[in-house]
Nanobody, 116 residues
Framework: QVQLVESGGGLVQLGGSLRLSCAAS????????MAWYRQAPGKRRELVARITTDGSTYYVDSVKGRFTISRDNAKNTVYLQMNSLKPEDTAVYYC??????????WGQGTQVTVSS
């Protein structure tokens, strides 16, 4: 059974930091590209950051320079370090794993709230 379990969300003030973690089980983690998505109330789910099997990364423009995605294949875990948080970063953050865009898995989500 495949599971992606996020942790690390919470309430933080403007300019603060959080680190999200996503622990995977039931998959060969190293062969999956991993990503973080987010969905704010009334908005579509958007891709925030992605890291491929060889470590290449992608970030949506709004988080470049503030967020860092990383992975530890030995721990089957992907991280999202979020710095200089803004109220517009408030959303439910979802972990995503995909292999060749055919095998796709999602976590249950973790709430991030940034207060001003």
């Amino acid at each position: 059974q495949v599971q992606l379990v996020e942790s690390g969300g919470g309430l933080v003030q403007l300019g603060g930091s959080l680190r999200l973690s996503c622990a995977a089980s039931g998959i060969i983690f190293s062969i999956y590209s991993m990503a973080w998505y987010r969905q704010a109330p009334g908005k579509r789910r958007e891709l925030v950051a992605r890291i491929t099997t060889d470590g290449s990364t992608y970030y949506v423009d709004s988080v470049k320079g503030r967020f860092t995605i990383s992975r530890d294949n030995a721990k089957n875990t992907v991280y999202l370090q979020m710095n200089s948080l803004k109220p517009e970063d408030t959303a439910v953050y979802y972990c995503n794993g995909d292999r060749l865009m055919t095998e796709v898995y999602w976590g249950q989500g973790t709430q991030v709230t940034v207060s001003s």
